[in-house]
C-alpha cells in the first residue's frame, strides 16, 4: 500500500490532515532513512476532536491500560452523567469512592478531579490558541498530566501539525530500528530529537508513520 498522501484518493482523511499530508512528502522525501522505510505505509484518517477538557480525561483514564481495558473504564464512567458528558461540577461532587466504583484507581480519581478543577478556572477556548509549548507548559500545571499526555492531546485532539514525541517507548523502538541509534535516556533522546529536527514543520507525519512502522 502507498502513502495515503502519495495518490490515495479513496483514503478517507479529513481535508486540513489531507494537506498536511501532502506538504510533509517532499520534505520526509529527503531523509534517505526514515522515506524507504515508511514510503508504502498508508496512514488512517485522523479524526480531529478539539474538545480539549474531554481529551485529558480520557488520557488520564488510558494511562498505563490496554485499549480495551481503558475503553471499559472509560465507558463506565461516562455513565455517571446522565448526558454521558463529564461536567466539571458533578466531577467535583463525587466522592473518591464513587469514581473507584467504575474502575478508577485511587490516582486516577484523584487527576481526573485536577483536571475539572482546572477547567473551571481556566477558559479552553484560549487555551486552544496557544502555540505548542505554551500549552504544554501550562497543561502539566496540573498533577497528574505530563508533557507526553498534552502531546497527544496537541497530535489527535487539536491537530497540530509539528509534534514529537520523544519519549514514546513506539517512537523510540522505531528510530533505533531504521537509524541504528543506540543509548539510552538522554543520550537516546537528544539523537531522536536532532534526526526530527528535519522533519520540520510536519513532525506529526512522521510520527504517526514511525508508528504504523511498527505495526
Known amino acids: 500500500m502507498m502513502l495515503a498522501f502519495r495518490d490515495k484518493p479513496?483514503?478517507?482523511?479529513?481535508v486540513p490532515d489531507q494537506l498536511m499530508l501532502e506538504k510533509a512528502t517532499p520534505i520526509l522525501r529527503q531523509d534517505e532513512r526514515l522515506w524507504p522505510a515508511v514510503s508504502q505505509l498508508s496512514l488512517p484518517p485522523l479524526p480531529i476532536h478539539q474538545n480539549l477538557y474531554q481529551g485529558l480525561i480520557r488520557?488520564?483514564?488510558?494511562?498505563?491500560?490496554?485499549?480495551k481495558a481503558a475503553g471499559?473504564?472509560?465507558g463506565r464512567f461516562l455513565d455517571l452523567f446522565e448526558d454521558r458528558y463529564p461536567?466539571?461540577?458533578?466531577?467535583?461532587?463525587?466522592?473518591?469512592?464513587?469514581?473507584?466504583a467504575v474502575g478508577l484507581s485511587r490516582q486516577k480519581a484523584g487527576y481526573?478531579?485536577?483536571?475539572?478543577?482546572?477547567?473551571?478556572?481556566h477558559d479552553t477556548t484560549e487555551l486552544v490558541q496557544l502555540e505548542d509549548e505554551a500549552l504544554i507548559k501550562e497543561l502539566t500545571h496540573i498533577k497528574g498530566i505530563g508533557t507526553w499526555t498534552v502531546?497527544?492531546?496537541?497530535?489527535?485532539?487539536?491537530?497540530?501539525?509539528?509534534v514529537f514525541p520523544p519519549d514514546d517507548l513506539g517512537i523510540q523502538?522505531?528510530?533505533?530500528?531504521?537509524y541504528g541509534l543506540e543509548g539510552r535516556g538522554?543520550?537516546?533522546?537528544?539523537a531522536m530529537l536532532a534526526i526530527a529536527e528535519n522533519w520540520r514543520p510536519y513532525r506529526s507525519v512522521a510520527t504517526r508513520l514511525l508508528w504504523r512502522y511498527l505495526d
Not at 466539571?88 to 461532587?93: A, R
Open 112 to 121: 481526573i478531579q485536577n483536571v475539572a478543577r482546572f477547567f473551571t478556572e
Open 151 to 162: 502531546q497527544m492531546i496537541l497530535l489527535f485532539n487539536l491537530g497540530r501539525p509539528d
Open 72 to 74: 471499559t473504564i472509560h
Open 87 to 100: 461536567h466539571t461540577d458533578e466531577i467535583l461532587h463525587f466522592d473518591e469512592e464513587e469514581l473507584r
Open 186 to 190: 538522554r543520550q537516546l533522546k537528544q
Open 10 to 14: 479513496e483514503v478517507s482523511v479529513s
Open 173 to 178: 523502538k522505531a528510530m533505533q530500528q531504521i
Open 59 to 67: 488520557s488520564v483514564v488510558y494511562q498505563q491500560l490496554s485499549g
